[in-house]
């Protein structure tokens, strides 16, 4: 199974951006997902996970109310909105997937995570 990240790109204090991440090689439905991110010196933060299905999400204390993750599993592919960037949302982003067993768990934990994609810079200007 392999995962492609994108959509990262610079925007300002206050903007949006969306990031995909889609998957290959495997049923995508089978996989709770979710989304990292690690600032330079940072340690690598938590920032969204969904089920299987879609029907539960959870999110980093940092980005509630500002990001929404949701999934289209007819196109294998994850999605990140981030509204309201602020300059300490800089990063990379990282997507991951983990096979899970009911269609409402949702990981936090990175190591839980077995695939991992290449990673997208975000950037936000104050």
């Known amino acids: 199974v392999q995962l492609q990240a994108s959509g990262g790109g610079l925007a300002q204090a206050g903007g949006s951006l969306r990031l995909s991440c889609q998957l290959f090689g495997q049923i995508f439905s089978r996989y709770s997902m979710g989304w990292f991110r690690r600032a330079p010196g940072k340690e690598r933060e938590f920032v969204a996970g969904?089920?299987?299905?879609?029907?539960?999400?959870d999110y980093g204390d940092s980005v509630k109310g500002r990001f929404t993750i949701s999934r289209d599993n007819a196109k294998n592919t994850m999605f990140l909105q981030m509204n309201s960037l602020k300059p300490e949302d800089t990063a990379v982003y990282y997507c991951?997937?983990?096979?899970?067993?009911?269609?409402?768990?949702?990981?936090?934990?990175?190591?839980?995570?077995?695939?991992w994609g290449q990673g997208t810079q975000v950037t936000v200007s104050s």
């Open positions: 969904i089920s299987r299905s879609g029907s539960d999400t």
């Open positions: 991951a997937a983990v096979r899970a067993s009911t269609n409402t768990v949702v990981f936090r934990r990175a190591d839980y995570f077995g695939t």
